[in-house]
């Protein structure tokens, strides 16, 4: 058994959970979220928990276990509490500002670097160069700050670059002058 998948997932008191077909959706105070149920997975829903079944101990099934408990996890997180990721501009010149419901980077092109506003995503910014990327839903977050970030890397001899606020990147020494 998964160790993940056997795991039985609490409902908090805001949430409402409805199993309808192969999809399970999730409604909270930020909103609605539909995670779906893979083939040979049975979602159950008794007395304030929801528990993840496998019907057969076939190789795909076992590996969506897991998986399937992970996502409906996620979207009740996600429909409580929400998700942020914080990413930091590090260079000199390096600046961030608001243009109109998207953002403007200045990361050392010749040109600014437009960003669009992603729906169920709020981009906001914090002084000239931290970007804050919220929303509800785990992949659209985690997706539009890697989109931002690659933007321009932090590279490996000085570390300029966007990166995560929690990211340490590993500085590599210059070519050694020999004597």
């Known amino acids: 058994m998964s160790k993940i998948g056997k795991t039985p997932i609490t409902i908090p008191e805001k949430?409402?959970?409805?199993?309808?077909?192969?999809?399970?959706?999730?409604?909270?105070p930020k909103g609605q979220l539909t995670a779906p149920i893979k083939p040979g997975i049975r979602v159950v829903?008794?007395?304030?928990?929801?528990?993840?079944?496998?019907?057969?101990?076939?190789?795909?099934?076992r590996a969506y276990h897991g998986l399937v408990r992970s996502l409906i996890q996620n979207q009740i997180e996600g429909v409580t509490d929400g998700?942020?990721?914080?990413?930091?501009?590090?260079?000199?010149?390096?600046?961030?500002?608001?243009?109109?419901?998207?953002?403007?980077?200045?990361?050392?092109?010749?040109?600014?670097?437009?960003?669009?506003p992603v729906k169920d995503v709020e981009l906001s910014i914090e002084g000239n160069d931290t970007i804050i990327v919220k929303g509800m839903d785990k992949q659209k977050v985690g997706q539009v700050a890697a989109d931002i970030r690659a933007i321009r890397k932090p590279e490996p001899y000085?570390?300029?670059g966007?990166?995560?606020?929690?990211?340490?990147v590993k500085i590599k020494p210059g070519k050694a002058a020999t004597e």
């Open 15 to 28: 949430v409402e959970i409805k199993i309808e077909g192969q999809e399970v959706k999730v409604k909270g």
């Open 45 to 61: 829903l008794e007395d304030g928990l929801i528990k993840v079944e496998r019907e057969n101990d076939k190789l795909q099934t």
């Open 83 to 116: 998700y942020q990721k914080t990413l930091k501009l590090v260079g000199t010149g390096y600046r961030v500002s608001k243009k109109g419901a998207g953002l403007e980077v200045t990361v050392g092109y010749s040109h600014p670097v437009a960003i669009d």
């Open 158 to 160: 000085k570390g300029k």
């Open 162 to 168: 966007i990166r995560y606020a929690d990211e340490v």
